[in-house]
């Protein structure tokens, strides 16, 4: 079992930056890729980024390429999301998922999902 605890979530300008965390306890963390997921109100749950069990490969969606950069430190069992430039479009609900793969790979189920940082960006 894997306990996911996010943070960070806030009101921020257009423009403005924030930093997400997510935290896991529980099962070797190092053992799973970990991504960042997005729900705006009405739409669906989609992938904004994911990183390797190593932390040596990465993928974003189109929309958030350039502005948002996921990271891990493993010895602190923490992944992080930095988003920078945000606009009011990336408002959202934003979850941690773990997935046991050394990849991360939407055709297979997410293991453990978080219960969700709320980000808001004014216009």
């Known amino acids: 079992q894997v306990q996911l605890v996010e943070s960070g979530g806030g009101l921020v300008q257009a423009g403005g930056s924030l930093r997400l965390s997510c935290a896991a306890s529980?099962?070797?963390?190092?053992?799973?890729?970990m991504a960042w997921f997005r729900q705006a109100p009405g739409k669906e749950r989609e992938l904004v980024a994911a990183?390797?069990?190593?932390?040596?490969?990465?993928r974003y969606a189109d929309s958030v390429q350039g502005r948002f950069t996921i990271s891990r430190d493993n010895a602190k069992n923490t992944v992080y999301l930095q988003m920078n430039s945000l606009k009011p479009e990336d408002t959202a609900d934003y979850y941690c998922a773990a997935q046991r793969r050394s990849m991360w790979d939407a055709r297979y189920r997410v293991d453990y999902w978080g219960k969700g940082t709320l980000v808001t960006v004014s216009s």
């Open positions: 529980g099962r070797t963390f190092s053992n799973y890729a």
């Open positions: 990183i390797s069990w190593a932390g040596s490969s990465t």
